[in-house]
């Protein structure tokens, strides 16, 4: 019962009132990548990690430059969550304390379908839809983490406060 890290609507909304540049993780796949997701098949963590260190690569840039950033990303997984927060040069594995913040938008399955559906449908999003279940399987929440969960379900204006009251 649980959707993308942040989704790209909420990012979107989020670095705009907090005047920060939004990036989506999907963005960087590499294309074998999206190629595979759009034909169904699940990535495997030979796929993942080359991407997901290209995303910590990216933010350690944007942290160097003093200027916030929000991205969405399906940061499934407590090791793929690691890897994000070695962005930080500050940062001790295991630790999660960092200056990343990492939220993550609740919603029934079936809203995150719909969702899904219709992003694919304008054009928006390569992942086979078929593929969501697989996506559900991998998630791993340690509330240790400190992970700020918001209901997906609420209005994007009501979503984006409550992040922000979280975070500051």
Sequence with gaps: MRLRWLCWTIGEMLAKVMDCRFLDA???????????????????????IPWLE???????????????VIMGCSALQKKYREILRAAD??????????????????????????????????GNHFMAATLLQSQLDLLQIDDAEGIITVDATLSPQTIVARIQAQIF
């Design 26 to 48: 999907d963005d960087f796949h590499p294309q074998a990548n999206k190629v595979k997701m759009s034909k169904g098949f699940p990535l495997s963590e030979e796929d993942r």
């Design 89 to 122: 040069p500050n940062y001790e594995p295991g630790s999660h304390t960092c200056g990343l913040k990492f939220v993550c938008l609740k919603a029934p399955m079936e809203v995150i379908a719909a969702r899904l559906k219709r992003r694919a449908e304008e």
């Design 54 to 68: 290209t995303l910590r690569d990216t933010i350690r840039e944007n942290m160097g430059s003093g200027k916030g």
